[in-house]
């Protein structure tokens, strides 16, 4: 399935969404704590209700939307499995497209060929930017600690 970033339809809460989100996320939040699935009981206008049993990562990640349209950032559920294109993959790792090509020619990153196009799967790169993210985060703190030991700061 092939799912494009850029024709998502991300939802932007209202001020009144805002704050029913910033309340519904401070009540969820010491339920997320435990890492358990929750049961809730679902009410509908007429009265009519029933319970929803909701797994762990379910609730954080519903506590984690709620936090951020809290925020009144606009908010879009992507799955990981999903494929994108070089230009999308490209926008999400904040490259150009030659660049990620590069990559993709190297190996750094899995990709496949659909016809004459090639498709990333977003999993990749996210395993991907996590594993650049530490390996550049290891090279400040190596950074730091020779200028420490040579006196620097």
């Known amino acids: ?8 339809d991300p939802t932007t809460p209202t001020d009144e969404e805002r704050q029913l989100s910033a309340e519904s996320s401070r ?7 435990g890492g358990d699935g929750i049961r809730v009981h679902v009410v509908e206008g007429d009265g009519a209700g029933e319970f929803l049993d909701l797994p762990g990562p379910a609730v954080r990640l519903l506590s984690e939307i709620l936090a951020e349209m809290a925020r009144g950032h606009a908010v879009a559920l992507v799955s990981a499995d999903s ?3 070089i230009q999308e993959a490209a926008d999400y790792l ?6 990620l090509v590069g990559l993709l020619e190297r190996g750094e990153i899995p ?6 196009r090639h498709r990333v799967v977003l999993r990749d790169l996210i395993a991907y930017k996590n594993r650049t993210d530490a390996a550049r985060e290891e ?12 006196g620097l700061y």
């Not at 400040?140 to 200028?147: G, I, N, Q, T």
């Open 83 to 85: 494929e994108l294109t």
């Open 27 to 33: 009540r969820l939040a010491p339920l997320v704590k």
């Open 94 to 99: 904040n490259v150009s497209r030659p660049y």
């Open 139 to 150: 090279a400040l703190d190596e950074l730091a600690r020779v200028s420490q030991e040579l």
């Open 111 to 116: 990709s496949r060929e659909d016809g004459e």
């Open 1 to 8: 399935m092939t799912v494009s970033l850029v024709r998502l």
